[in-house]
C-alpha cells in the first residue's frame, strides 16, 4: 500500500507557473507508475499526465502538451507536476494517483491509491 499528499496548489494569474508535489509514503515508490488527474467542477476526472517508474518515459493530456511537465525523484519519494502558462481552463483540484499496471495509465480506473488532491485556481 501506498499513501499520497499532494502539496503546492495555489491561486495564480493567467500565464503564471505552479509545482505541484506528491509525497508517496508506505510502500516501495518506485514500484508505481505515477498520474496527476485533475477535476474541474461539474467535470469529470481527467488525465493530465503519467511517468513510469524510472522516469524515463513521460506521457500527457494534448491539453497540457507543452506546458507541463511531469517528474519524479525515487530517491525523495516524490513526483512534481511543473504547470506553466496557466489558463483559467485549467482550474480544477488536481490528484496525485499510483498504480502498479504498466498499462491503461491514462485511464482512471487503472490507478489503485489516490492522494486527498490540491486545488489550483488560474484567474483571468
Known amino acids: 500500500q501506498v499513501q499520497l499528499v499532494e502539496s503546492g496548489g495555489g491561486l495564480v494569474q493567467t500565464g503564471g507557473s505552479l509545482r505541484l508535489s506528491c509525497a508517496a509514503s508506505g510502500s516501495t515508490f518506485s514500484s508505481y507508475t505515477m498520474g496527476w488527474f485533475r477535476q474541474a467542477p461539474g467535470k469529470e476526472r481527467e488525465f493530465v499526465a503519467a511517468?513510469?517508474?524510472?522516469?524515463?518515459?513521460?506521457y500527457y493530456a494534448d491539453s497540457v502538451k507543452g506546458r507541463f511537465t511531469i517528474s519524479r525523484d525515487n530517491a525523495k519519494n516524490t513526483v512534481y507536476l511543473q504547470m506553466d502558462s496557466l489558463k483559467p481552463e485549467d482550474t480544477a483540484v488536481y490528484y496525485c494517483?499510483?498504480?502498479?499496471?504498466?498499462?491503461?495509465?491514462?485511464?482512471?480506473?487503472?490507478?489503485?491509491?489516490w492522494g486527498p488532491g490540491t486545488q489550483v485556481t488560474v484567474s483571468s
Open positions: 511517468i513510469n517508474r524510472s522516469g524515463v518515459n513521460t
Open positions: 494517483a499510483a498504480t502498479e499496471s504498466l498499462l491503461r495509465i491514462r485511464v482512471l480506473s487503472a490507478y489503485t491509491y
